[in-house]
């Protein structure tokens, strides 16, 4: 006996078990099917069959797999429509032949255990209530997985299906996973998944691949244009309201100064908290504003029907709709303060010497508003009673000399150019009584209140008002903690976090968020080695180190803590997207990017970055947001062309994006973007700029090494067609030697007004345009036209290079030297390889100061004409078709010829006497075809 079946209505175990069913001959049973039995409970009673291979416990009553342990020759287990929720039998490793498990359409919410079976090559686990499906669930030996129907929210859930040939995530018969929405999921699965060879059942070819990339990457493509382009409508929109809040409180800080001038503490108090409270109603404005500004986004991320291609667009998958824009956020802003016109008048006198002022040692309150002081007055140690000063609106850097006061109570330095950090320990030292200080309105670290606020009232307990604003107790415990050390509780305190508990195992952390907590310090935890993605926006961070433990980390966020240290960030090898926009990096370290293989986003806009050429290293970078920094580098900017995979590039609002035909420039630079900015690159724009910029010389192909410091620059091989006039003029003023070798060009004239070339070198080029009209190229000594197809010298009109000394026309197509008598201070001249077949009589007159005269590989037969060249030194007249030897006594009239050759004529290879004869006439020749001559 192999087989046996039983079916609902067959038999009725006793004990809710297998026991009634099998006995003592079912030793040799290789199959058992038991189907709808439904008070079959668990598979105790399978011991006698020992060499059962094949066992089915379908839509049972089964609660776990608790007897099937003993049928360690199990290569097949089927359990699917049972109430199955845990799997712990699987760890004892019984199971070591078991191929395939079908637990479909049971109660699962993890697949612990899985892992212990090493053959396993199918496991179907659809419509459980599995949420993710970790790379260690199972083995390598796994061919096919399917999860269809289970609550997996995104695809980098499953981990493991980075190394699985065959996944099925969607079926008929149980539905799709959570995140297949839309018509397009299976060609978002094909491109994150290159190595899938069958998806849902279907094979997957090599044309459904490639139109899976390019479906993905335009509906990619369009969701990155629209999200550029509302956060650019919201940078306006927030823009035009800080105009306006500007514009009411201009009012409001007239009343300050007035109340100040004439020493009304309390409506200088009210000025203040009036001040607080426009300003508190922008920031609530804003704050409503972003939020629509990410519930639009997440609107066109549905529209656009992409999955979570990173984590910060899977984000958006769970945010509602806007039913109103950002941009009517701020109108009800403006309607609930209106603006007033309003015009400043000035009523203290400005003073800029304090040092004729006499300041009574008695007085207790001083007001120095607007003054012009650059630094406190050393007078105001002399006063001892002082209890309140005004500095306000002034220029001081430092707060060095800082009376030691226990009586001051009200400090104001509002409006001032106080910048370090350091000045606020000053503060706490010298003025611990005070209650009311206003620091608003200075630069760097002390240009917002969330960066000073914690020291302040942290060290000073007697501080009742900062800035106009009470600290009350709830603001005073807010503040107290300006350091957090980040574990599970806070996580789960103080932002989101995704936390999976298990048996025995610590907690799992992938995400938490710690945004506008004034945080400066964070420390982290062994729990926050799994984090994955990490929001810790707008706090005063001033470094990154504590973030070297996430090891897995792939999304983090560090907007707005400024002047932040990116020290550890090349731990980060797994970082996909990385957001340090306003941090106040001035400098990007190649040595945090070297190791950043993944990056696939970066967002830098709003530091002081000069360059960003360092990104290169990032090879999979997609998306490059670097708008409003200092760019000046179009090297730096251009060399990011190297990044294949680069689609979006925003440089707005730098010096680079301000200059003629930017946009066109960087779209021929980088054919393979799709975005500019905040527009999208279509193909009659791409027409047009390669239309403008082949062939051009632009800047960027300038060699930065080679800069006027060293007086010369080389630009070969760029298939340059024209050079532009203002490009030469602005940076070849110093230049004295410039090669341009294998190019396409035919007019040079854009290098005539030179004033310090020289050397001009334009080997295999296209030149047929005249170098000496009008003054042009008067100071060149050396120029190489070799290559050029040059069939005439009388169109090049060199008559004006009057200081040429060494001229190069090989390979050309010459057939006369017409043109070389007005070179008068010529001295190298070769025309090797042309079509000379005769010299003329006229040819070489006034050719005096000629030293060097090369004319191998030509055609022509006599040497007479030669003998005009009374001072030349070297004759190179190899490869021609002189056959008399008779020629050679024109050269007798060549005293001071020393190096002559005519390898490659008759008269050197048939000639017997031709060595004898030519040292004959040539009495001064030391060299011949390259030997010396010996003398008798």
């Known amino acids: 006996?192999?087989?046996?079946?039983?079916?609902?209505?067959?038999?009725?175990?006793?004990?809710?078990?297998?026991?009634?069913?099998?006995?003592?001959?079912?030793?040799?049973?290789?199959?058992?099917?038991?189907?709808?039995?439904?008070?079959?409970?668990?598979?105790?009673?399978?011991?006698?069959?020992?060499?059962?291979?094949?066992?089915?416990?379908?839509?049972?009553?089964?609660?776990?797999?608790?007897?099937?342990?003993?049928?360690?020759?199990?290569?097949?287990?089927?359990?699917?429509?049972?109430?199955?929720?845990?799997?712990?039998?699987?760890?004892?490793?019984?199971?070591?032949?078991?191929?395939?498990?079908?637990?479909?359409?049971?109660?699962?919410?993890?697949?612990?255990?899985?892992?212990?079976?090493?053959?396993?090559?199918?496991?179907?686990?659809?419509?459980?209530?599995?949420?993710?499906?970790?790379?260690?669930?199972?083995?390598?030996?796994?061919?096919?997985?399917?999860?269809?129907?289970?609550?997996?929210?995104?695809?980098?859930?499953?981990?493991?299906?980075?190394?699985?040939?065959?996944?099925?995530?969607?079926?008929?018969?149980?539905?799709?996973?959570?995140?297949?929405?839309?018509?397009?999921?299976?060609?978002?699965?094909?491109c994150a998944l290159p190595h899938l060879c069958v998806l849902d059942g279907r094979d997957v070819s090599v044309l459904e691949r490639q139109q899976a990339e390019e479906e993905h990457s335009g509906r990619r493509t369009w969701f990155n244009l629209q999200c550029v382009r509302l956060r650019e409508a919201y940078r306006r929109a927030r823009d035009d309201a800080l105009e306006h809040l500007s514009s009411i409180t201009n009012p409001i800080e007239h009343e300050l100064f007035n109340a100040r001038a004439h020493g009304s503490r309390s409506e200088a108090d009210r000025a203040l908290v009036k001040l607080n409270e426009r300003e508190q109603g922008f920031f609530t404005h804003e704050d409503r504003a972003r939020e629509s500004l990410e519930r639009t986004i997440a609107q066109v991320f549905r529209d656009a029907e992409i999955l979570a291609e990173t984590v910060r667009e899977e984000r958006f998958r769970f945010t509602e709709a806007a039913d109103i824009t950002f941009s009517d956020v701020y109108e009800n802003f403006k309607e609930r303060w209106p603006s007033t016109v309003f015009r400043a008048e000035r009523l203290l006198q400005s003073f800029h010497d304090l040092s004729n002022v006499v300041i009574a040692s008695n007085v207790v309150e001083l007001n120095l508003h607007a003054t012009g002081l650059v630094e406190i007055p050393h007078k105001l140690n002399e006063c001892s009673r002082l209890e309140t000063l005004v500095l306000s609106n002034n220029s001081i850097k430092r707060l060095n000399n800082l009376p030691r006061s226990e009586t001051l109570r009200h400090l104001d330095f509002g409006n001032n150019k106080l910048w370090n950090s350091a000045d606020i320990n000053v503060l706490t030292a010298c003025v611990m009584n005070a209650s009311s200080i206003v620091l608003r309105g200075n630069c760097k670290w002390l240009a917002e209140t969330k960066f000073y606020a914690p020291i302040l009232v942290k060290s000073m307990p007697r501080l009742l008002v900062l800035d106009g604003v009470e600290i009350t107790t709830d603001v005073r415990a807010k503040h107290m903690k300006t350091e957090c050390t980040l574990d599970a509780s806070a996580v789960r305190r103080r932002g989101r976090s995704h936390v999976v508990a298990s048996k025995g195992r610590s907690m799992r952390i992938e995400e938490f968020s710690l945004e506008c907590e004034s945080l400066r310090r964070t420390k982290m935890c062994e729990k926050f080695e799994t984090v994955r993605v990490a929001h810790v926006a707008h706090n005063c961070l001033r470094s990154i180190k504590g973030f070297g433990v996430c090891r897995q980390l792939r999304h983090l966020c560090i907007e707005g803590n400024k002047l932040v240290r990116l020290d550890g960030l090349s731990l980060l090898r797994e970082l996909r997207y990385l957001n340090i926009k306003n941090c106040g990096v001035k400098k990007l370290n190649p040595a945090w990017f070297i190791s950043l293989s993944e990056l696939r986003c970066v967002n830098v806009e709003e530091n002081a970055l000069k360059t960003i050429s360092v990104l290169k290293q990032c090879s999979e970078l997609c998306e490059i947001y670097a708008a409003r920094n200092k760019l000046t580098d179009v090297h730096g900017v251009l060399s990011l062309a190297s990044l294949q995979h680069l689609r979006l590039l925003s440089l707005q609002g730098n010096a680079v994006s301000t200059s003629k035909g930017y946009p066109h420039h960087v779209i021929f630079k980088f054919p393979q973007i799709n975005i500019l900015d905040?527009?999208?690159?279509?193909?009659?724009?791409?027409?047009?700029?390669?239309?403008?910029?082949?062939?051009?010389?632009?800047?960027?192909?300038?060699?930065?090494?080679?800069?006027?410091?060293?007086?010369?620059?080389?630009?070969?091989?760029?298939?340059?067609?024209?050079?532009?006039?203002?490009?030469?003029?602005?940076?070849?003023?110093?230049?004295?030697?410039?090669?341009?070798?294998?190019?396409?060009?035919?007019?040079?004239?854009?290098?005539?007004?030179?004033?310090?070339?020289?050397?001009?070198?334009?080997?295999?080029?296209?030149?047929?345009?005249?170098?000496?009209?009008?003054?042009?190229?008067?100071?060149?000594?050396?120029?190489?036209?070799?290559?050029?197809?040059?069939?005439?010298?009388?169109?090049?009109?060199?008559?004006?290079?009057?200081?040429?000394?060494?001229?190069?026309?090989?390979?050309?197509?010459?057939?006369?030297?017409?043109?070389?008598?007005?070179?008068?201070?010529?001295?190298?001249?070769?025309?090797?390889?042309?079509?000379?077949?005769?010299?003329?009589?006229?040819?070489?007159?006034?050719?005096?100061?000629?030293?060097?005269?090369?004319?191998?590989?030509?055609?022509?037969?006599?040497?007479?004409?030669?003998?005009?060249?009374?001072?030349?030194?070297?004759?190179?007249?190899?490869?021609?078709?002189?056959?008399?030897?008779?020629?050679?006594?024109?050269?007798?009239?060549?005293?001071?010829?020393?190096?002559?050759?005519?390898?490659g004529n008759k008269i050197a290879s048939e000639c017997d006497r031709y060595v004898e004869f030519t040292i004959m006439c040539c009495r001064g020749l030391k060299r011949l075809d390259g030997e010396s001559v010996l003398k008798s």
């Open 1 to 190: 006996m192999e087989t046996m079946e039983f079916f609902m209505g067959d038999a009725s175990p006793a004990s809710g078990t297998l026991t009634g069913l099998v006995d003592r001959a079912s030793a040799t049973l290789t199959t058992l099917r038991v189907v709808r039995c439904r008070a079959v409970k668990n598979m105790r009673g399978l011991e006698v069959c020992k060499r059962l291979r094949s066992l089915t416990v379908a839509e049972c009553a089964l609660t776990s797999l608790a007897g099937a342990s003993s049928c360690r020759a199990l290569e097949e287990l089927y359990v699917y429509g049972n109430h199955i929720d845990s799997l712990e039998e699987l760890q004892n490793g019984c199971f070591e032949r078991l191929r395939t498990l079908w637990l479909n359409d049971n109660r699962l919410r993890a697949l612990d255990g899985v892992e212990f079976l090493r053959s396993l090559q199918h496991l179907n686990v659809a419509q459980n209530l599995l949420e993710r499906v970790p790379d260690g669930t199972t083995t390598s030996a796994l061919e096919h997985l399917n999860i269809a129907g289970n609550p997996i929210r995104s695809l980098s859930d499953i981990a493991i299906a980075t190394r699985v040939p065959s996944l099925t995530i969607c079926d008929d018969l149980h539905g799709a996973c959570s995140f297949c929405r839309g018509d397009w999921y299976r060609s978002y699965v094909l």
């Open 678 to 903: 905040t527009d999208y690159i279509n193909s009659e724009l791409r027409s047009e700029a390669v239309k403008m910029y082949t062939g051009r010389l632009t800047e960027d192909m300038i060699p930065t090494g080679q800069s006027a410091c060293a007086h010369k620059v080389n630009l070969s091989g760029l298939n340059l067609l024209h050079l532009d006039g203002a490009i030469a003029k602005a940076h070849f003023q110093g230049m004295k030697q410039i090669k341009l070798d294998n190019n396409s060009l035919h007019d040079v004239s854009a290098l005539g007004n030179l004033p310090c070339l020289t050397k001009l070198e334009l080997r295999n080029n296209r030149i047929n345009t005249v170098f000496g009209r009008f003054g042009f190229f008067a100071k060149l000594e050396f120029l190489d036209l070799s290559g050029n197809y040059i069939s005439s010298l009388s169109v090049l009109s060199l008559g004006c290079c009057s200081n040429l000394r060494t001229l190069l026309l090989c390979d050309n197509f010459l057939t006369r030297l017409d043109g070389i008598t007005q070179l008068k201070s010529l001295r190298v001249l070769k025309a090797d390889k042309n079509k000379l077949n005769r010299i003329d009589s006229s040819t070489f007159v006034g050719c005096d100061a000629l030293r060097l005269l090369s004319l191998r590989k030509n055609a022509f037969r006599t040497l007479k004409h030669l003998s005009k060249l009374v001072s030349v030194r070297e004759l190179r007249l190899d490869g021609n078709r002189v056959d008399d030897i008779e020629e050679i006594s024109w050269l007798a009239w060549l005293p001071r010829l020393r190096i002559l050759s005519l390898g």
